[in-house]
T-cell receptor, first 115, second 114 residues
Framework: AQSVSQHNHHVILSEAASLELGCNYS??????LFWYVQYPGQHLQLLLK??????LVKGIKGFEAEFIKSKFSFNLRKPSVQWSDTAEYFC?????????????FGDGTTLTVKP | DTGVSQNPRHKITKRGQNVTFRCDPI?????LYWYRQTLGQGPEFLTY????????KSRLLSDRFSAERPKGSFSTLEIQRTEQGDSAMYLC????????????FGPGTRLTVL
């Protein structure tokens, strides 16, 4: 079974600082990778996804993530955070070996951006 | 709003009572998922439906839990004889089953068992 590890439980940054959130997964086969975001009081929504092709993927609101297969990693980055990026961020993985799209999630990273 | 909807949004019940939650997925989505999320953790997979067929259930889904999707549209999740450990956010998600898709999540039902 696959698992996902997010190394940072809580990150506090000032506005304009750069962001990198770590995500590692354990699974030996082909994977789909996702970052979801949950803003305060809102439901989970997709930030970006990787299925195949260019390992550097760009998402909404200036976020990007890089899939490094050799490191089983899919770290999320943003060059300059804004106060409105305060949210909880979840990394998730689904596998290609079934028809089910069910995902395994990490435990999340809470990002607080100070104005 | 054509997103995934869930009802009720909050449910407070006493231990031993039965509760039922409803999920309405995005209308053209064939696949529907239930997850459970507790404080400080990410969503954990419970079960999923392809149309009306329940194709997979997690070991987390004890005998007290049952889910249905009778007409391949909305789904219900019932918990019988609730326990305090059932307190959590229950999330529903759907996707259109086109091979590789992200899931669209509803707002969740927060269950508190007293």
């Amino acid at each position: 079974a696959q698992s996902v590890s997010q190394h940072n439980h809580h990150v506090i940054l000032s506005e304009a600082a750069s962001l990198e959130l770590g995500c590692n997964y354990s699974y030996g086969g082909t994977v789909n990778l996702f970052w979801y975001v949950q803003y305060p009081g809102q439901h989970l929504q997709l930030l970006l996804k990787y299925f195949s092709g260019d390992p550097l993927v760009k998402g909404i609101k200036g976020f990007e993530a890089e899939f490094i297969k050799s490191k089983f990693s899919f770290n999320l980055r943003k060059p300059s955070v804004q106060w409105s990026d305060t949210a909880e961020y979840f990394c998730a993985v689904s596998t290609h070996n079934t028809n089910a799209g069910k995902s395994t999630f990490g435990d999340g990273t809470t990002l607080t951006v100070k104005p | 709003d054509t997103g995934v909807s869930q009802n009720p949004r909050h449910k407070i019940t006493k231990r031993g009572q039965n509760v039922t939650f409803r999920c309405d997925p995005i209308s053209e989505h064939n696949r529907l998922y239930w997850y459970r999320q507790t404080l400080g953790q990410g969503p954990e997979f419970l079960t999923y439906f392809q149309n009306e067929a329940q194709l997979e259930k997690s070991r987390l889904l004890s005998d007290r839990f049952s889910a249905e999707r009778p007409k391949g549209s909305f789904s219900t999740l019932e918990i019988q004889r609730t326990e305090q450990g059932d307190s959590a956010m229950y999330l529903c998600a759907s996707d259109p089953d086109r091979g590789a898709d992200e899931q669209f999540f509803g707002p969740g039902t927060r269950l508190t068992v007293l």
